[in-house]
């Protein structure tokens, strides 16, 4: 007699494809989905690369993400938004996100790099039409940004939804790269008179500067002070 099926979890990586395996530093390269999750998560800004009449565009944008699901935000006049629209099954892009971490100054010039983190995505894009998917992408969006902001807001009226537009990305075929560590400097050049090491780099926001028509009695939300 079988056994009662047991459920199964999602695979906790990405599938290498020709596309995602790089051809130089392979060893930094990964494919985990926690790691690929944390460093989109920690961002907001994408650069999105399509080809336009034969030419690649590449536009940076604001994105959120959904479990698998990346949604992209744009203008209904926006190229990708209407090639998207216009295209079946969609339009082919590519997508990434990078963090710089630290400055890695070494001895030679040669050996100068920097430390980072950064994601590739190739997909298709498809236009967000259903109604209720594009408020729920608008919203994953403003609190893409800043957590909790969406519900701290008016939402977006007909006329104002009929002038956004918001692309839809699956992650499939996904793959991250890090660079970590100090300086790689060569054995005989370690003597040399040249300071050599790694300058941190951290993003920080500064304390938020009020509208001067802010509605009198409007308080500094914990959200943003949380940021």
Not at 67 to 75: F, I, K, N, W
Not at 168 to 188: C, F, H
Request: hydrophobic residues 40%.
């Amino acid at each position: 007699m079988q056994g009662t099926p047991q459920p199964t979890s999602p695979p906790a990586a990405y599938t290498p494809t020709d596309r995602t395996v790089p051809t130089r530093s392979a060893q930094r390269a990964s494919y985990d989905k926690e790691l690929v999750h944390a460093i989109l998560d920690e961002g907001y800004v994408c650069h999105l690369g399509f080809v336009r009449d034969g030419a690649p565009v590449v536009l940076p944008t604001l994105y959120g993400r959904v479990g698998e699901r990346l949604y992209v935000h744009g203008s209904t006049g926006s190229r990708p938004l209407r090639m998207a629209g216009q295209a079946d099954p969609g339009l082919p892009v590519c997508l990434t996100v990078t963090h710089v971490d630290g400055l890695v100054l070494a001895r030679s010039a040669f050996h100068h790099s920097i430390n980072y983190r950064s994601v590739v995505v190739h997909g298709i894009a498809h236009q967000v039409t259903d109604p209720q998917e594009k408020r729920t992408a608008l919203d994953v969006l403003v609190d893409h940004v800043v957590p909790g902001r969406a519900a701290d807001s008016r939402p977006a009226n007909a006329k104002e939804l009929a002038a956004t537009a918001v692309l839809r990305i699956d992650l499939a075929e996904v793959s991250a790269k890090l660079r970590t560590g100090g300086v790689n400097d060569e054995p005989e050049d370690l003597s040399l008179p040249h300071w050599a090491g790694v300058v941190p780099v951290d993003r920080a926001y500064g304390a938020p500067l009020a509208d001067a028509d802010l509605a009198p009695g409007t308080q500094l939300p914990d959200y943003l002070r949380a940021l």
